[in-house]
């Protein structure tokens, strides 16, 4: 075989600028599944139940205290790209579907070191990659059979759900408490989309939108059994004039975003006066406006008026005697939440209010005091469309944590809802994918069936963690399991024949490592959320295995 070097009595051809580093071929490829390799050791031990918590500093000395993958990750600084972009996997994992952040590191990490021997031996790149994107249609074939259609509505087996996805964090001391109040916020925001006449009602879209209108407020103090979710709203702002009343039941309440003072020219203005009298004039048209827009405001009898901008002081007298209670400078984002809670339309114009404008649907107003900060709760809303999460506990590194494994939780109920299809959790699904690509790669022939065996090797990572994290005997467990399964495939061949898909839904108990059948046991996991695990890994794993050339020390933009 000829050399590819430069032609003989000629020196080596600089193409790249002598201070880049460029790592190629085979050299570039095993150091990405080494840097892959050691983000999944990072965060190998906060899988399951059992898991550890990990304690980082970031740069201003702050600490988080956290199992959660993608926070985790988020706070480490790395610098090798590959690693880099594995980070990001457990980014998008957060955003696409708030869960599994952990197990999809894990899993891909794991893709890409059952790859290395097949690198080793001169596969070349695009065959490995070509049998894992055969496995990966397989494997979610499998999880299709495998999956059980729940109805959102059945508590029981909601609660088992979020059971397995809380059961691993930090707050699980309160789980139950933790699970009511997920399930609670999730259901209050949910509405469904109107559908065209015609259309089946499982098409039926919903609409969950957690971030704006389940709004977690953290208050530190108090005891963390002392949290939960208000079936209305609550914001921190006193009443604007200390005569106004504190507490009233069945208010009426009115949104403005408009402000009650007299309108400020846009720029600097200038008045020329040359009679004493106009000056008078000028202060009396000014607390005319104000007084037309509370008089406006005042003939709908409002109990409870809230503007995002200004009141002023006159406006507040008027209020305060026609005995209206004011807020002001109310954030836009709370403004809604008190809109959706109460069924009031938030004004723009004083001059436009209707009489549907008016929320009614709050059942009881109350200013309360928590710790030296005053709060309105809104409360007793008559299907409240938005509300409030109170979070109380010890420091603020509790709440924090608390907060996130909520926001978790809620993302998992909200997949549900969305789709409302499970899968059996504690590491049976991939147990039961390993087996059935075992089962399908004997069939394959050729350079593609060791790839293909390697995904189905690769899914018992999460086994196999899971158990470790335990402390029980890792090989022992994971060979039982995986007799469980076999033994659930040879049943059903001998009784249905070859095309028949055994539902076999043992799995590894977290807490206590013995093998348990996870049906009983009730823990499920959202179908979405085991898809989104799985592709994410795999589809990752071919593209780092695709990149044979490094090249740092790139142009800087801009030259």
Same mark, same amino acid.
Not at 41 to 46: A, F, K, N, Y
Not at 379 to 390: H, L, M, R, V, Y
Not at 430 to 433: C, G, K, L, P, R
């Given at each position: 075989m000829?050399?590819?070097g &430069?032609?003989?009595?000629?020196g080596p051809i600089m193409?790249?600028?002598?201070k ?14 080494n840097?892959?390799r ?11 139940p ?6 980082? *500093?970031d740069?201003?000395?702050?600490i ?7 926070c ?7 610098? %090798?790209?590959?690693a ?12 696409e579907?708030g869960?599994?952040?952990t ?7 794991e /893709?890409?070191?059952?790859?290395e ?6 596969i %070349?790149p695009t065959?490995i990659v070509?049998g894992?994107?055969?496995?990966l249609q397989e494997?979610l ?6 999956a ?12 088992s759900l ?22 609670k ?7 469904a989309?109107?559908?065209p006449v015609?259309?089946?009602?499982y098409?039926?879209k /919903? ?5 704006r209108?389940?709004?977690?407020e953290k208050?530190?103090g108090?005891?963390?059994s002392?949290?939960?979710? *208000?079936s209305g ?7 604007? %004039? ?5 507490r009233?039941e069945?208010?009426?309440?009115l949104?403005?975003?408009t ?11 200038n008045v020329?006066?040359t009679?004493e ?11 005319e406006?104000v ?10 009898? &409002? ?8 009141v002023s ?7 305060a005697k ?10 836009k984002?709370?403004?809604n939440?008190v ?6 339309t938030?004004?723009?114009r004083?001059d436009?209010?209707?009489?549907e404008?008016?929320?009614t649907g709050?059942g009881l107003f109350?200013m309360?005091k928590?710790?030296e900060?005053?709060f309105?709760?809104f ?12 979070l109380r ?5 509790v *709440?924090?944590e ?8 809620m993302?998992v109920?909200r997949?549900?809802v969305?789709? &409302?299809?499970l ?5 049976a699904t991939?147990?039961?994918?390993s ?8 069939k394959?022939?050729?350079i593609q ?7 189905g090797?690769? /899914?018992?990572?999460?086994?196999r963690?899971l ?16 007799a469980?399964h076999a033994?659930?495939?040879?049943e059903?061949?001998?009784t249905?024949?070859e095309?028949?898909?055994p539902?076999c839904?043992w799995?590894?108990d977290g807490t206590?490592g013995? *093998?348990?059948? /996870? ?14 695990t799985i592709?994410?890994?795999v589809e990752?794993?071919?593209m780092?295995?695709r990149?044979d050339?490094i090249?740092?020390g790139?142009k800087?933009?801009?030259?």
């Open positions: 000829a050399s590819r &430069p032609p003989p009595g000629m193409v790249l600028n002598s880049t580093q460029r790592t190629q071929g085979r050299q570039a490829q095993l150091g990405n599944i840097a892959a050691a983000v999944a050791d990072i965060i190998r031990s906060t899988l399951g059992r898991s550890m918590l990990k304690m980082l *500093l740069p201003m000395g702050g988080v205290i956290t199992n959660d993958g993608n985790i990750l988020r706070e480490v600084d790395v610098s %090798h790209p590959t880099k972009s594995m980070i990001e996997l457990s980014r998008a994992q957060d955003e579907v869960d599994g952040t197990s999809v590191i894990i899993l891909a990490g /893709m890409l070191i059952n790859a021997p097949f690198v080793r031996t001169n %070349h065959v070509r894992y994107n055969y496995a494997a074939s499998i999880c299709e059979k495998l059980l259609v729940v109805d959102v509505n059945d508590a029981e087996r909601m609660k979020v059971q397995s996805c809380i059961g691993t964090k930090f707050s699980s001391r309160w789980n139950d408490t933790m699970i009511d109040m997920a399930l916020a999730v259901l209050t925001v949910s509405r989309i109107p559908t015609g259309t089946d009602a098409s039926q /919903m609409e969950v939108d957690i971030k209108y389940a709004k977690v208050i530190p108090g005891e963390i002392d949290c939960k979710v *208000l709203v609550m914001f921190n702002k006193d009443v604007t %004039h200390s005569k106004m009343r504190r009233i069945n208010p009426r309440i949104l403005l975003d402000p009650l003072e007299y309108k400020k020219g846009e720029s600097q203005t020329e006066i009679d009298e106009d000056w008078n004039t000028l202060l009396k048209m000014e607390e406006y007084e037309n827009m509370c008089m406006e405001i005042i003939a709908f009898k &409002p109990d409870i008026v809230i503007t995002e901008k200004g002081d006159l406006a507040q007298h008027y209020f026609a005995n209206i209670t004011a807020f002001r400078r109310l954030r984002t709370d403004n939440r809109a959706r809670a109460t069924g009031a938030i004004v723009s004083t436009e209010i209707r009489e404008d008016i929320g709050c109350e309360r928590i710790g900060e005053y309105a709760f409360e007793e809303c008559k299907d409240p469309k938005a509300c409030t999460i109170i506990g010890g420091s603020k590194d *709440l924090n608390i907060e996130r494994n909520l926001s978790d939780a993302q109920v997949n549900v969305f789709d &409302p299809r899968l059996p959790g504690g590491g991939e147990m039961a994918v087996v059935g690509l075992r089962k399908a790669g004997l394959l022939e050729g069936q060791g790839p293909f065996l390697a995904v090797e690769a /899914m018992e990572v999460i086994p963690t158990s470790q994290n335990c402390g029980v005997s890792v090989i022992r467990t994971v060979t039982q399991l995986r469980k033994a659930a495939y040879e059903a061949e001998k249905g024949g095309n028949t898909f539902k839904n799995g590894i206590t013995k *093998l348990v059948d /996870m049906e009983e046991f009730g823990i499920w996991e959202p179908f979405s959320v085991k898809i989104q592709k994410t890994a990752s794993a071919c780092i295995l990149i050339d090249v740092s790139s800087k933009r801009g030259h």
